[in-house]
């Protein structure tokens, strides 16, 4: 059984986002204007918590065109960039609201990387854009 996400708590997560990414989809980089979803960047129907470090702020087109699948390589990277430069910012921030451990959030999407990788997956990039699976991603998993 699986316990839906509260779309009201998610979105009191944009405000931090939106500060933490410059006021910019963290997908496409362009200004963010009135259509933008708090997206789970590891795809709820593959982890169904949510966790305070998986939130990633984006239009509505870029949620939608990305659906459930997991983002490419470069998404990645900048997931792990924005989480270590500003993971103890979204954890005062998000805490009380959401579990905030980015320890915990990273272990997941290494996991789901992995399965990625076992099921030999693609991975999506932008619009209905995909590439091959690239080895690489789990090596920034390794990287700290």
């Excluded at 997908?27 to 593959?46: E, G, N």
């Excluded at 009380?96 to 451990?101: A, D, E, Q």
């Excluded at 995909?130 to 090596?139: K, P, S």
Aim: charged share 25%.
């Amino acid at each position: 059984m699986r316990i839906p996400s509260d779309i009201r708590a998610i979105r009191s997560a944009a405000p931090v986002l939106l500060e933490r990414q410059n006021g910019h989809c963290f997908y496409c980089a362009r200004p963010l204007r009135d259509k933008s979803h708090v997206d789970h960047f590891i795809p709820w129907s593959q982890y169904p918590h949510d966790l305070g470090h998986n939130f990633v702020l984006c239009h509505d087109s870029c949620n939608l065109e990305k659906s459930d699948t997991l983002a490419a390589a470069e998404h990645v990277a900048k997931w792990r960039e924005r989480n270590v430069q500003w993971g103890g910012q979204i954890d005062t921030e998000l805490r009380g609201k959401f579990v905030c451990n980015l320890e915990t959030a990273t272990t997941v999407a290494e996991w789901s990387y992995q399965n990625a990788e076992a099921s030999k997956s693609r991975l999506w990039k932008t619009g209905d854009e995909y590439t091959d699976f690239d080895a690489a991603v789990l090596r920034m998993f390794q990287t700290g």
